[in-house]
């Protein structure tokens, strides 16, 4: 079943954005955006979710390869090993060094607020060259997301419903589909919920290898942009995709990356990039149950525009 | 009041190594080392100390500023600001690079098993040169706390038990103080837990500015070698201090850094290097308690000796 | 014409290694090896060449993006650009970073003696593993050669000789056509001579496009392992090409990089690797010569196995 | 002796930038400035120079520790070494890395011409936020200097006249005192000379160690803003310097660095900084000439404000 993408002018396009805009709902000064949803009773309850103790990584392993959707392949070599004598005495160490350019299509990473801009404007309505010069941003830098992001996670695992293996490049979801696999798997996204979005992104890449998701490549299935709509009436706090929540090319005209732009610049939500759940669905199945208690911690980088992080799941 | 650090032998040392060592305890092959006192039901009882659903972040900001405990400050530059309009439409984005070699004072990690060895010999026993090649360890590498480390933290804040703002380098905590320090905060370490060993290590360095805490510089205050019995019988599970629990110089002769060789060679427990505490002891007097439910995401790096991490303490 | 590569067995390979073999020529700890064939007269003679004053770079730019042949892209970011004002007043910095693995196909760097081992051995039979170890060379590095290399440049442009564009993929150009180029050019290699050697690669991927010309891909135009020998008997000082020299995949049995093995391990020759010469051609055609004065400048890297660099030919 | 400096006011700063600038001398695009001072002629004439046949570096080593003078030091690890094999046979490679951000007191370098702005202005009166994006200069940048400079370098050594090992921190050498320098050295600063100034810097950091030498530390010596006319009188065609030219703190009111300011806003001239001579010094006494042949080659890095180098004087 391939969902036919509804194109989307950019008169709609900026319809919805209006919709979904949650500029001034905490503050003009606001760096959080939907994390303000999550509050210490969501914390709790996600606590409570911690039943069987077991904990799974939502993160691909760091990538220093080269590839298609991997043109700046993270570096990491060893600074020393256990030929360098210490001239103080035992005992010896072993040091590595890693480096990144953390976006893209291959590095599990989250984005902070600054990181993206329509038509000039961050989240909150801020000039864009105002809070982002040569030296990084001057606010609304990952380390909002300093203390960490606690809340339920709901994972819905479109390729499940549909009953194949993963969606294709190009293919959008729905809302409607999003409602359909809230159904099947008998969860509903609520106030304050972590989505946890799989298309099978990286199940396709471990099984044909990896391609090219961008533009002039193969591209990549994720969300129609009115899928949004559900999204912002159920008050969801973060996102967390595998591939990056955007289908390629999208549905939307002169907009290549719709879905960035309403959860980033529009809604002030938290939200990630080319996570995998190979392992978490196992164990979901296994659980028998689709919600948990995820814990975001991204690395604390004062004027980063995001950052590498490793989120984990725990049922 | 200034602990007398009681110097120990080379053999005294050896002997000390071969009382609290786990080589074997867990198989041979064992990666995991002390996080096997973790249960399902000690992450179970950890989720339930989440009540009011705050969080701290244990991290330091990343340091990009040379200086005396800083001779390797990471690099972070913008890759990308809002003045490049892109080609296929909107959004822009803003992008960054960061790149570090995060051993050392200044930033907060975690070491992998593979990080230290004594005397030729990792963990289990296995030889160094073996396991840690110019392409990495092929195994005990940071991805065998890929899945995340969750468990009950407990701060011993040193400095309050002595009623002073942090402990003075060179000076080394015993066993005794440790439990002194249990009692006075009424808590217990217990089989599983998560360590959280505070000196006041960066709140001297905020007030007092940066000093070299190695060999030739002024050191730092840690633990005392002795005390590792008390980590040992009470099956901690992980270790979280700021500074990094060593006290510099070390009160064993020929041996520089005890504690690491004690916690990862001989124990085999996850350490972590260069925490802060300043926004947890805020928090930890408000609530008038000293456990938490503690998460730390190690990045999934293959063949990392070790991450930058952001551990988060959940109240 | 298509050069048929003859097979070499390991056996023939290693007679040619003792035949070109300079170990202990110029005493058991030198650094310089061919280089010692050039001396102060070679200088002067190759200064008594710079006539026109035109000067021409031989390196390829600094390249970034990732492909089929630069697997490890150099990475380039600017640290500070004019929206930085200075609080100490004028001027105003505009600042960058660079940082490259520079060996491969696509960044224009020179070898170092000690980057090659041949069974375990580097030039003039040093152990390997004795000289280079996780904190780099203690012998041998690129510094050896940081006083520069100046001395009589020869082009020999094989598709020129042939009427061709480029040769094509492992195609082997063999001693007899290096001597039929010197004839058709009116030049002939003679000691202390830098031999800048045209097999056309930069202008095939100019025109074509890159392609993988490692091991797996589709190869690369170079030497005949037997041309190795009339370099041995004009003792040839340095050795700059486009492509690195080598053909591959090689013409001899068990032995992948046969070009490097002998020039660097048994011959001790300044060996570099991926110039172009797109420009050079040019200004030798508009000259009516193939000689001139080279001028090589290394960074001065301790313990570099390599470095970047850009060498220039001065007519 | 130390030269008092004379403070020169902001005024007077504007009026002598008119009298040196060289905005439009050679067309409004020009990207060579006072490199177009150079001609054929020169270049043969340096080449003449060429006469003992031996040559010298005039770079630092690459600097990777950290200090008062080197807050950013390059990285250099190793890639690989002699512990993998290939799997293709042989031979086995050792490879490495480097990353630098070049500018500053500690790394031998050579500036773009689109890395200083005054008042908002390069050199040739370009709109430097119009230059100079997050994606680098697109014009002006190092790569202006991709063919090399090679030219007469004219050593003018200040401590052999003063009779002291090196200037300290603060001093200034004037007009006056360079003339006086040509007369003690028998040379002559004419058209299309590369000027290599030393202060001493070098030798003063390897007898007394590293300091700070920027505003907050304890300065550096270098030349007096007045001290230009004389250069730009002469048509100096670029300024090699130790130390970096620039007297800390400067002589002008308002302006930090009036030396860059002059040479590469105003005069558009090919400067570095931060080279060293001590190996040079005793190669001009054995000689007993302050002239020479240099070349300069600066790494072909599209969009850089500069290159890590290692220029080379030939006797």
New interface residues.
Partial sequence: MKTLPAPMSAREFDELFQKVRNWGRWGPDDERGTLNYI??????A???L????????L????NT??GPD????A??????????K?D????????????????GDCH?HIDAL???????KLYNGKL??SV??????TSMDI?AY???I?GRGVLLDIPRLRGAKWLEPGEAVTREELEATEKAQGVRLGEGDILVFRTGHHRRRLELGPWSCE?GGEGKAGLHPTAMLLLHERKVAAFLPDGDGETVPSNVE????PI??LQI?AMGMAAADSLQFE?LVKVCEEERRWEF?V?I????????????????A?F
Wanted: glycine share 8%.
């Fill in positions: 509050t210490p009773a969501h914390v709790r996600a606590a409570t911690v039943r069987s103790g077991r904990s799974v990584s993160s691909l392993p760091i390869v080269a991997n043109p700046r392949p570096v990491h070599y060893m600074v020393q090993t256990y030929d360098v210490s103080i005495g035992e005992p010896q160490f072993a040091l590595d060094y890693l480096a990144s350019e953390f976006h599990t600054c990181h993206i801009a329509y038509k000039g864009a060259t982002v010069g040569s030296q990084g941003p380390t300093a203390h960490g606690i533009y002169g907009v290549a990356y960035h732009t610049a392992e208690m814990v911690a991204p690395l604390r980088l004062p004027r980063g525009t995001g950052s590498l992080f490793n989120p984990i725990v």
